[in-house]
């Protein structure tokens, strides 16, 4: 029997719990089928070797993909994008020694691009800068932290302002602070600075200094930053176990929410423990995934949405997500508020990402083998029309054909000495294209859902 928690508001304010059955879904897989190393292998692009989710269950939005960054595992590692079925649709493997996370949509002047950070990482934080692509997967900027620090892995946003702000870790002495920094994307100026340690006490951690060693004591550890609906920010701080409100001009702390100092009450439910990804919302709620690990304070992680009452200074639990395998998260995670009232929750160290509906059930799952896990999962649409020409290879009378990032080719048409030859509809990564026998090249189009030809390659 899955199980899942939902918790709704109950009259006078309280918090019902409801676990309930959803029998069927198909998310009760043995670790033995888990732990297979699944990976896909491709006859147009051997040199890609993505891994392969378990997806079960309908996606309430089946034009957005899943934009993931597999560390560990089976198959490569890098920027992965996958269907709703689990198809790859873009894979961009990371070369070696360099890490790549936090890969979504973003909007820059008015238009998406593709962002993520890349660099080194060690002892719990990186080092590295920030990348933007656009439709054609050419890199349209680079963001680099100002003051000689380095951006960090754990946040990078946009503004509609044309800025971009982010994480930094800067060491003073034995202790590892956080740093906020936003700067211009297009002239690199560095428009905020705010360090840890002017705001926040080293006593207010849950971490201890001898738990780091010579590496520092990183007693805060920032892990995501938001803009606020009045446009200041949001600091999540997962060694403390706390949320900040920084007002975005001066870095004063406006009010904390959780850990040793909170200036909300927290209500049934709404305490949080080593979270990740705190987000605010239109109508005034925050998301926020509660990892409860590492070291482990509870017994499964959570993907929050809690209410804030600021005349009362009281937070209440709107919702709570579980995942149906009692998921525990030790590091990681996030939780994407989708445009119908359900939810995108990745679930870090915990090899899955889970959709779930307004109703509290979950609606999809892509539930990845052992140790393929991701710092963040979202879902987003995306047009992708990459520069180069598409794949394909002959093997017998059978031709194979892919085009790595390109989310617009419908059809495959397969063509020699000006006559068609054969025409099959795109089926995932690679579509197998039966061309029979016969002597002198062929030409192999991408066609578009009207019928277009968006590329061709001869074979």
């Known amino acids: 029997m899955n199980r899942r928690e939902f918790l709704t508001r109950a009259g006078g304010g309280a918090v019902a719990v409801l676990s309930l059955g959803g029998a069927g879904f198909g998310l009760n897989r043995g670790a033995a089928a888990l732990d297979e190393p699944r990976v896909r292998r491709f006859r147009s692009r051997p040199d890609l070797k993505p ?59 008015g238009r998406p691009v593709l962002t993520w950070w890349e660099g080194t990482v060690g002892k719990g934080y990186g080092q590295g800068s920030y990348v933007l692509l656009d439709e054609h997967y050419r890199e349209v900027a680079r963001v680099r932290a100002g003051a000689g620090q380095k951006g960090d892995l754990h946040e990078f946003q946009l503004t509609p302002e044309g800025t971009a702000i982010f994480a930094a870790y800067a060491k003073v002495g034995d202790v590892v602070e956080g740093v906020v920094q936003e700067v211009d994307v297009a002239s690199g100026e560095l428009l905020l600075d705010w360090h840890s340690l002017d705001h926040v006490p080293v006593e207010d951690s849950y971490r201890t200094a001898a738990s780091f060693g010579k590496a520092g004591f990183d007693y805060l550890h920032a892990n995501s930053i938001d803009v606020d609906e009045d446009g200041d920010l949001l600091l999540s701080a997962r060694h403390t176990w706390a949320v900040y409100k920084l007002d975005r001009r001066s870095g004063e702390i406006r009010w904390t929410l959780g850990g040793k100092r909170s200036d909300f009450e927290l209500g049934p439910g709404a305490r949080f423990a080593w979270q990740h990804d705190v987000r605010a ?29 600021h005349a009362r200074m009281k937070a209440s639990t709107v919702a709570a997500w579980t995942h149906p395998r009692n998921l525990l998260a030790h590091a990681m995670g996030n939780v994407q508020a989708l445009a119908d009232g359900g939810a995108l929750v990745g679930w870090g160290t915990a090899p899955a990402a889970s959709e779930f509906g307004p109703d509290g059930f979950v609606r999809w799952d892509a539930s990845f083998p052992k140790g393929a896990m991701s710092y963040r999962a979202y879902r987003f649409p995306w047009t992708g029309l990459p520069q180069g020409k598409p794949d394909a290879v002959r093997d017998g009378n059978t031709l194979y054909a892919s085009w790595n990032g390109a989310t617009q080719v419908a059809e495959w048409r397969v063509s020699r000495a000006g006559r068609e030859v054969a025409r099959r509809p795109r089926l995932g990564f690679e579509t197998a294209v039966p061309v029979g026998a016969g002597p002198g090249a062929l030409q192999v189009d991408a066609l578009a859902a009207d019928g277009s030809t968006l590329a061709s390659v001869s074979v």
């Open 51 to 109: 891994p392969s989710p378990w997806v079960t269950g309908t996606s309430a939005a089946p034009g957005e993909y899943l934009f993931t960054t597999p560390m560990g595992g089976p198959g490569q590692t890098g920027l992965l994008l996958l269907d709703t079925h689990g198809e790859p649709v873009w894979l961009d493997p990371s070369p070696k020694g360099l890490a790549r996370l936090d890969f979504r949509v973003q909007q820059y002047r």
């Open 281 to 309: 919302h239109p109508d005034g709620t925050l998301t926020i995934f509660d990892n409860g690990a590492e070291p482990p304070v509870e017994p499964r992680s959570r993907a929050l949405r809690l209410e804030l009452d």
